[in-house]
């Protein structure tokens, strides 16, 4: 077994990694709006802190 193979896929490394950290961005902003659904549904089942 050695190290997979990676594929070229001819985008330079700073526009790769500006495009996977908007979208990283823009899922942990996500992520923030759905913590406060879960904590609002859970506050109405009686399971806040």
Known sequence: MGA???EDDSVP???KMAEL????Y?????G????TVI?????G???GE
């Open 26 to 30: 823009r899922q942990m902003a996500e």
């Open 45 to 47: 089942l009686g399971y």
């Open 4 to 6: 997979a193979e990676i």
């Open 32 to 35: 923030k709006k759905l913590d």
């Open 39 to 43: 904590r609002r549904n859970l506050e």
């Open 21 to 24: 950290s908007q979208t990283l």
């Open 13 to 15: 490394f700073e526009v």
